[in-house]
């Protein structure tokens, strides 16, 4: 969304999944690896549903979602004081988390944005603040223009649809996932969304860790286990 949905404000995160390892993916065989080619498939073409979708809705009731997610992320956080929460600049329609992150702030908190540091890696977390400067990133999304890496308590992450188990589908890159992964700390991972981004299952490979839970406009989804062993497209 940012402030601009008009097309080609930014442009949608290249999907370097087919780049990546399949031992790193849990696919051994060639059956395997015809089995993630369908579910590929299928969540590129789902992906482009729901955001087409989202931009569909009036800015206006985006707007009030977005409020309705912070108040939700701010009951699941709790006290924010002394603790480092990451969220997101806004692209494509998603949830406008800028007045919560001003909001931990006023409460004590110190707030972070996440950086594509390149292709392949985990992302890095700088912090930031309202009214800090800012630099153009990866896919000409905004970031801090000074360096300030830090280790987040809690890491919000937009989600372009998610299913019951909290497994978050995301632009394809894989950024979230490789960065939780690599962390020596798991902090609390929230993803946010729209409710109407819910599907049965975004069939879950190895490589995909799933969030904490869910916070959408319509309340609170926590993981509920028995889904997460969808596996594959049938």
């Known amino acids: 969304m940012a402030d601009d949905d008009t097309p080609g404000s930014f442009a949608s995160p290249a999907c370097f999944l087919h780049e990546v390892d399949p031992a790193y993916s849990g696919l051994p065989g060639p059956l395997d690896l015809q089995a993630w080619t369908d579910v590929d498939r299928w969540r590129k073409a789902e992906r ?109 992450a937009p989600v372009v649809g998610y299913d019951p188990a909290c497994y978050r589908l995301g632009y394809g890159g894989g950024f979230f996932d490789r960065t939780l992964a690599s962390l020596s700390a798991r902090p609390r991972v929230i993803g946010v969304g729209y409710g109407a981004a819910r599907v049965p299952t975004i069939y879950p490979q190895m490589h995909d860790i799933p969030m904490d839970l869910i916070v959408t406009e319509a309340g609170t989804v926590r993981p509920q286990p028995d889904v997460s062993t969808v596996r594959a497209l049938t």
């Open 48 to 156: 482009e549903r729901l955001i087409a979708a989202r931009l569909k809705v009036p800015a206006e009731t985006r707007a009030g979602w977005a409020e309705a997610i912070a108040a939700g992320v701010l009951a699941e956080i709790g006290d924010v004081e002394g603790r480092v929460v990451s969220a997101y600049w806004p692209f494509r329609g998603e949830p406008d988390l800028r007045p919560f992150m001003e909001e931990v702030t006023r409460r004590g908190g110190r707030t972070a944005l996440p950086v594509v540091v390149e292709k392949g890696r985990p992302l890095a977390f700088h912090l930031w603040q309202a009214g800090e400067v800012l630099a153009r990133g990866v896919w000409n999304i905004p970031v801090p223009a000074e360096q300030r890496p830090c280790t987040p308590d809690v890491v919000i």
